[in-house]
Structures are given as C-alpha cells and as structure tokens.
C-alpha cells in the first residue's frame, strides 16, 4: 500500500493556522483583509483560518500576495492548500463513507500514533461488523423514538465504514502507533448477544497481536489516580508531520468534539497515563482476553440472523481485504 495520505482535516487545520500567523505578522485585521481582496463576507476568511472549509488554492495564493509571504512560504501553503482541498485520491480508498464516519477517517489518516479511551464500547478502529451493527442499531432505535428516522441502507453503509476504517492498523507500512485503554464493562455480557461478543473478543485477541498495537483492559474496581473516574470517552492523535497539531477528540452520546489547544490535550495525557498505569499490562491483558473467550465458547453459535455471521475473525479479514489491502 501506499504511503499514508495526510489527514485532509489536518492540512485544512494546519493551513489556517500558518496564514492566521501571516496575517497577524502583516498586521492586518480579518476586515482589512476582506476590503482589500474584494471578497463578500468575512466568514470565508474565517472558515478558511479555522480550518473549516475546503481551500481555493486561488484564494490562498491571493491572501499569500496579499501577505508578502516569501517563495519558500507559498510553496509549502500551495502544495499543503492543493492536499487538504483535493478529496478525490483520498476518497478512492473510503467509497462507501457516509459524511460522519468520513470525518473520523480524514482526522485518522496521517496518524502516527493513536491513544484511545472508552468507557462503554469498543473503540470503532477495533469492532467486528457483527458489534458495530449491534451499536448501530441501538443507535438508531434511539433516534427513531425521538422522531429522526434513519434511511434504510445507511446501516450497512456505516458498517462497511468503520470496516474500511480498520485498514490503518494493518497499513505498510506506515501503520500508527495504536493504543486503547478498555474498560472491563466494555467486554461484559451488556455488550451484546453472546456470539457477537465472543467474536469481538477474538479479534481484540488477534489485534493484540499486532507489533503496533497495544491494548489495555481496566478491570472495574482498578482505582485510576487519585480516585479519578474520567467522564467520557475520548482520542488522542499525533501526526506524521510534526508541524500538524496534535488533537483531542472527545466523544459523547450524540455529538462530538475536538480541540488542538495544548492545555487542553495535557490534561488529557495525563489522564490517558494514569489509565494506562492502572490498567492490565498488555501481556496480562492478552490473557484476560482469551480466557473471557474461552468462557463464551459454549454460548457462541456459528452464526446470528439478526447481526450477520459470526464467522472466524481471521477469515472475515482476509475475505473483507483487511489482511491484503492494509
């Protein structure tokens, strides 16, 4: 496989914060630089700094004119502006994405290295299909008692998604550094019908495996810190490209949020630390895994109408490309 792409939200970000700095150096206030380029409205500019929308490479080559930024300067913003605004390459590797699980793609691409806590689910770069349409679908009963049907073959859509999410961890060979903290809730008889789970944990088994992979199992009554319970779930990503700003992504029920601001993602480190610490070891945590499998066994059959074959995790890879394409 080819070299990992960047991250086209991390090309927008990075970006918007090197013509902020532009402008600022030129002295000039976002109105003076919409007056004198003639453009409509100063959301543009403001989008285009936040990392919002989707760059012009015309519009920055004006504002770098406009900036008297040196050669060097517009070749780097040029060919940075052309990668976080041309999806098309990008998107050949990610067609069945809806908008949602796109977004988590673009944030993880360019990944060098990957920290993730959650303290209900299975984090969406390691579940099964049969898990996620498990997710999926509770998801969706929510929705639809609160009056927001979904159409009907989106779920499948967001399956095969997070599927084609799951290439990074396997990709060569820039695959990131990945790390999960699991709570032990995650992986409880809650999670799901015995089948479905049994097969996630097979695949965490299989997972942990990978030399670039490492999971961590937080057993229940494991204190974390001094007594600390971390609220939500929550990522952290650095990027291949130092100069791309780390981000946090915090996860909620219905919505979520992300944040590159460096106090912030301190915080969040250290909490990641202390979970880590408290956590099985991934050796012992290995072990848990196949001793929780080896105790759904028996209650596991070979397959599942209503969440899809529960076929061998290996081979469900192989068949779905993971083990060739990534």
């Not at 030129?26 to 989008?47: M, N, Y």
């Not at 996620?132 to 779920?155: I, T």
């Not at 499998?293 to 599942?304: D, E, I, K, Q, Y």
Request: glycine fraction near 8%.
């Amino acid at each position: 496989m080819p070299p990992a792409a960047p991250s086209p939200i991390m090309r927008r970000r990075r970006l918007g914060i090197e013509l902020r700095s532009l402008r600022e150096t030129a002295g000039l206030t976002g109105d003076q630089v919409i007056e004198r380029i003639g453009w409509a409205s100063a959301s543009k500019l403001s989008r285009l700094e936040n990392g919002r929308s989707r760059p012009d490479p015309q519009d920055v080559s004006v504002l770098l004119d406009l900036y008297g930024a040196d050669a060097a300067a517009r070749a780097e913003l040029l060919g940075i502006a052309g990668e976080a605004g041309d999806m098309r390459g990008w998107l050949k590797n990610f067609p069945v994405m809806t908008q949602q699980q796109r977004s988590w793609a673009e944030l993880e691409a360019g990944c060098a290295e990957i920290s993730e806590y959650n303290p209900v689910l299975v984090p969406g770069l390691l579940q099964t299909a049969g898990y996620a349409r498990v997710r999926l679908l509770s998801a969706r009963r929510v929705g639809e008692g609160a009056g927001e049907p979904e159409p009907a073959d989106e779920l499948e859509t967001e399956v095969r998604a997070r599927l084609a999410r799951q290439t990074l961890l396997t990709r060569e060979p820039h695959a990131p550094s990945y790390t999960a903290v699991l709570e032990e809730a995650t992986l409880g008889r809650r999670a799901g019908p015995p089948e479905v789970l049994h097969e996630q944990l097979q695949q965490l088994c299989e997972l942990a495996l990978l030399p670039n992979v490492t999971l961590h199992v937080l057993p229940r009554d494991t204190q974390v810190g001094d007594w600390y319970l971390p609220p939500t779930a929550f990522s952290l990503y650095r990027f291949a490209d130092p100069l791309d700003p780390e981000t946090l992504a915090i996860e909620g029920g219905f919505t979520d949020v992300m944040s590159t601001e460096s106090i912030t993602l301190n915080r969040y480190k250290v909490v990641f630390e202390w979970l880590c610490t408290a956590a099985l070891n991934a050796s012992d945590t290995l072990s848990w895994l196949i001793e929780a499998t080896g105790r759904l066994t028996g209650a596991a059959p070979a397959s599942t109408v209503a969440f899809g074959p529960a076929t061998a995790p290996t081979q469900r890879r192989r068949d779905s490309g993971r083990l060739t394409d990534r």
